[in-house]
C-alpha cells in the first residue's frame, strides 16, 4: 500500500471514477459529522470520531474501499460491508466503477457507524 503525506496527494492517485465517488463519500462523512477529524493516519485519508472511524484505501491497487473501523458491530442492513482476512473489526464498503454510488444508503450507514463509536465510548468511559 502507498504512503500518502496528505488527502489531496491520495485523489490525485485515485481514477476519475473514484475521486467522483471519492468526492460523494466525503462530502457525506465532513457535512454528517462535525465534530468529526479528517486528516493522514497510517499513511491513507482517516476519520476520527470518539475514536477511529472511517478510512479511504486502495486495497491491492486493486479496490477501492471505505473502511468501517467498527464495521463488525454495524446491522449492515444491505449486506454491503465486506470481511477481510485478517481484519477483526474492520468491514469494508467496496466502491465499483460500474456501480454508482448510492448516497442515501452510505448516509445510513455513516449514520450507524456514527452511533456504534458512541456507543463503545461510552462502555470504555463506564469502565
Not at 490525485?12 to 486528516?39: M, T
Request: proline share 3%; net charge positive.
Amino acid at each position: 500500500m502507498k504512503k500518502y503525506a496528505d488527502i489531496e496527494s491520495f485523489y490525485h492517485d485515485l481514477k476519475p471514477w473514484q475521486q467522483k465517488q471519492f468526492n460523494i463519500a466525503r462530502k457525506l462523512i465532513l457535512s454528517s459529522i462535525p465534530e468529526v477529524v479528517e486528516g493522514i493516519k497510517y499513511t491513507v485519508p482517516f476519520y476520527t470520531y470518539k475514536g477511529l472511524l472511517f478510512y479511504f484505501a486502495l486495497h491491492k491497487n486493486k479496490n477501492f474501499i471505505l473502511g468501517f473501523c467498527n464495521g463488525v458491530h454495524m446491522s449492515d442492513e444491505y449486506g454491503l460491508l465486506k470481511a477481510n482476512s485478517g481484519q477483526t473489526y474492520i468491514r469494508h464498503w467496496i466502491f465499483e466503477e460500474h456501480k454508482p454510488l448510492k448516497s442515501e444508503i452510505l448516509q445510513q450507514y455513516i449514520h450507524e457507524a456514527v452511533l456504534v463509536n458512541d456507543h463503545l465510548a461510552l462502555l470504555k468511559k463506564k469502565k
